[in-house]
């Protein structure tokens, strides 16, 4: 995954995960989406197959929540809209 399409994945969630939060609430969500998008970019500086991206529950919740209210989508909708920018890894 390219590193543009990485920072967007991290700006999205962080952007979901503190919105409409303040005060301790919102540094607190700050602090924990930091912490997971600092994962994020870790793991997928070092993921080559889709297999391997699947096998990480962390990596698959982070990047559905990314693309919106996962719990409006259908399943299969929320897997492809996760899996689509991950078709330039070889399966496997």
Same mark, same amino acid.
């Given at each position: 995954? !390219? ?26 969500? *700050?602090? &924990? ?13 070092? *993921? #080559?197959? &889709?297999?391997e991206? =699947? &096998?990480?529950? /962390?990596?698959? !919740?982070?990047? !559905? /929540?990314?693309?919106?209210?996962? =719990?409006?989508?259908? /399943? /299969? #909708? ?15």
């Open positions: 995954m !390219s590193e543009s399409l990485v920072d967007d994945y991290a700006a999205y969630y962080k952007q979901n995960k503190i919105r409409y939060l303040e005060g301790d609430e919102l540094t607190e969500a *700050i602090d &924990a989406a930091d912490q997971e998008i600092t994962y994020f970019r870790e793991q997928m500086a070092t *993921i #080559t197959t &889709a297999s991206f =699947l &096998a990480d529950g /962390r990596l698959v !919740s982070l990047c !559905s /929540r990314r693309r919106g209210s996962i =719990l409006m989508m259908s /399943r /299969r #909708t929320r897997w492809k809209r996760c899996l689509l920018p991950m078709a330039q890894l070889k399966s496997g």
